[in-house]
């Protein structure tokens, strides 16, 4: 995962609150097998609208998401991430997350950014008003600025997901910083006992093999 420590660029702003992740990226999307292409899912349904924000030229490029409250309420599907990172968005602002997608969004390294409500309101209408506005996010330091709309604030992250972000670390990531210790404690056990290096196969067998005899008769 790619370590982000600032994102600076325009933004989108989506007036609608309570977008839940079916509106994000429809269900139809989700029998795709690679990760990549949702970005053309995204919003899908709503994109039909000719007005729809995301067919303005206008906010073409931007690499935030100004949304109102209650952002990515719903099912937990991981895909509402992958389309918003794959449609070009590095951060989402809102005052409120669902708890399920701002996890998410941290895993995978999209910065989600919950802000007071005033501020988020005045970003919106900094952001309608003129497109060219740009949007800092400093994840280090957990401020938002947009110098140009005289905005500024600070938000609020837990101390392990905004290290997680800062240092680029996804789930496979944190886990291979412990190799060695995992290494040295498998190296330690029992060599009859399962290890991180068997094979469900093996156990499948001998599994088979048992009920095998139990069935056969006396």
């Known amino acids: 995962m790619k370590a982000v420590q600032v994102v600076t660029g325009r933004a989108v702003p989506l007036e609608r609150s309570d977008v839940d992740t079916d509106q994000i990226i429809p269900s139809d999307w989700l029998k795709r ?11 899908a349904e709503w994109r039909d609208d000719r007005a729809f924000v995301l067919n303005d030229e206008r906010y073409a490029g931007a690499t935030i998401l100004v949304a109102g409250p209650n952002f990515g309420t719903g099912s937990s599907r991981e895909h509402a991430v992958w389309a918003l990172m794959d449609y070009g968005f590095q951060a989402v602002v809102s005052p409120r997350f669902g708890d399920i997608f701002r996890n ?19 970003l919106l209408r900094a952001v309608c008003d003129d497109p060219s506005t740009e949007i800092t996010i400093d994840v280090a330091r957990g401020t938002i600025e947009a110098p140009s709309a005289g905005l500024a604030g600070s938000f609020p992250m837990d101390d392990f997901d905004r290290e997680r972000l800062v240092k680029g670390w996804d789930d496979i990531g944190l886990t291979l910083r412990h190799e060695k210790d995992i290494e040295r404690y498998e190296s330690g056990r029992a060599t009859w006992l399962p290890s991180a290096a068997g094979t469900a196969g093996a156990v499948g067998t001998a599994g088979a093999v048992g009920t095998a005899r139990t069935a056969s008769p006396t």
């Open 33 to 43: 097998v690679e990760r990549t292409g949702f970005g053309a899912g995204l919003f």
């Open 104 to 122: 998410n969004a941290t895993k995978q390294g999209l910065v989600a950014v919950a802000v007071e409500a005033e501020l988020g309101e005045a």
